[in-house]
């Protein structure tokens, strides 16, 4: 059962076409990853499937409803659809637990003492039980990244967007927060990523998208993509990167 489902999506900025007339179906439970060269679109699009960008036409469907409707409130259906970015953008003067409490307890009208169990409860999931009352400059980028991870599923999200979750961190600092995807979707999770990293798309992704100027130019299982790409620029993208 799809559960995002974007038809025709376009959007520029001023003269440059971003997204070209983008199809994607993201089923249930399903991991899909966006490849492609860096200004090939992959970003702008996952801005655009929680509203962070306005599309200039096409629809977004969430379970079959149109969320691009002009007039919907987009910050009902950002807590449908959560996203982590590559800058972690924790606030430096809360500690990990203030960090990630603060969206639930503004936006559900929940106190501290409700959320806390729950809250504990993702931090011990992802190996940071011990690290709640850390400030952000006293974790590691790894351990940061985590936490931003922890702060979009306390909202309790339908759908998980990573946007390059880990090119800012040093390379033994990526598998940590790769371990947090594998569990996440082991667990069921519906996540779209944008990813440079090709050895764990083709592990992991349920179906993989090269983007390419603003469009998806090949989708398929990752066997398809990485072993037998149909296109000539999607053999020569992988071939520079592999």
């Known amino acids: 059962m799809s559960k995002l489902e974007l038809i025709n999506i376009h959007k520029s900025f001023g003269e440059r076409k971003v997204c070209s007339g983008i199809n994607l179906t993201v089923n249930d439970g399903e991991m899909v990853c966006l490849i492609g060269a860096s200004g090939s679109g992959k970003s702008t699009l996952l801005r655009c499937m929680n509203l962070l960008e306005e599309i200039d036409e096409g629809e977004i469907l969430l379970n079959g409803e ?6 919907l409130d987009p910050q009902q259906i950002r807590q449908q659809i959560g996203i982590v970015f590559q800058s972690y953008n924790l606030f430096p003067h809360m500690n990990a637990l203030e960090n990630v409490m603060l969206a639930p307890r503004r936006t559900h009208k929940r106190s501290k003492d409700e959320l806390r169990p729950e ?13 709640m009352l850390n400030y952000p400059d006293q974790l590691s980028g790894g351990q940061q ?14 759908i998980m967007l990573f946007d390059e ?15 947090v995807l594998r569990q996440l979707h082991r667990e069921g999770m519906t996540m779209v990523l944008a990813t440079h990293e090709m050895s764990f798309a083709k592990e992991l992704a349920d179906k993989v998208c090269f983007l390419d100027a603003g469009e998806i130019l090949e989708e398929g299982p990752p066997e398809a993509i990485f072993s037998n790409p149909k296109q000539t620029r999607t053999q020569a993208f992988l071939k520079s990167v592999l």
């Open 165 to 179: 979750i880990t090119s800012a961190l040093d390379p033994e600092l990526v598998a940590e927060v790769l371990d």
């Open 66 to 71: 149109d969320i691009s409707l002009p007039g």
């Open 145 to 158: 990244q985590r936490v931003a991870v922890i702060r979009a599923l306390a909202m309790k999200p339908k």
């Open 119 to 131: 809250i504990e409860e993702l931090f011990k999931r992802f190996g940071l039980a011990d690290r």
